[in-house]
């Protein structure tokens, strides 16, 4: 009998054991906190909205006069000109209890709203931008993604597409300043983004 195969084995499943039973306490534990937290955040009360960060969409610095006849760019013309009457406001990386925390829980459904806007706003403007990348306007195509990296936007393609664009002029400068903003993004999609900026620097 191998008893030195057999006394691995249980120290093997000794530590396993252990390591799933620590794994449970830190479930348990982070349960626990999230429901504490969550019952804190639906007690605060409504607080003013007039301090957020208010996106206005200037509609009239983007080409809008191209590619008139691509039935894509103009859905996302008509769905900027929509947005345009609409508050916006970019809370990435915020969850429902942070902002419940901060802005108090009745104002969940409007903060949420704003958020949504964002995203529609933010994925519309690379999408456009991709339809004139793609016909030949690169540097037309600029603007909307300058725009959404001033926003925070998260969309990696406009990040990669906008660095692409300026280290073809050579321009590593304008590279590093998209890497600057993207170190402050509180986006799950900050390390990746960071990643391939740093890369393309090299």
Known sequence: MNFG???AFIVFCIVVSHNIKKQARQKRKNDKDFWAREAEANSVRR???????????PLERF???LLRENT??????????TLTSRKIVNLTGWTNTDLKLEYGAANITPLSEYDQNYTLLVRTLQKWADELIAAGYKAEAVPLMEFAVNTGTDVSSTYYRLADFWLSYGEVSRVEQLIHTAEGLRSANRNSILRHLREKCK
């Open 5 to 7: 195969f057999i006394g």
């Open 72 to 81: 894509t760019v103009m859905e996302c013309i008509e769905t900027l000109e």
């Open 63 to 65: 080409p809008t006069h």
């Open 47 to 57: 607080k003013s909205l007039d301090g957020l960060t208010y996106i206005t969409i």
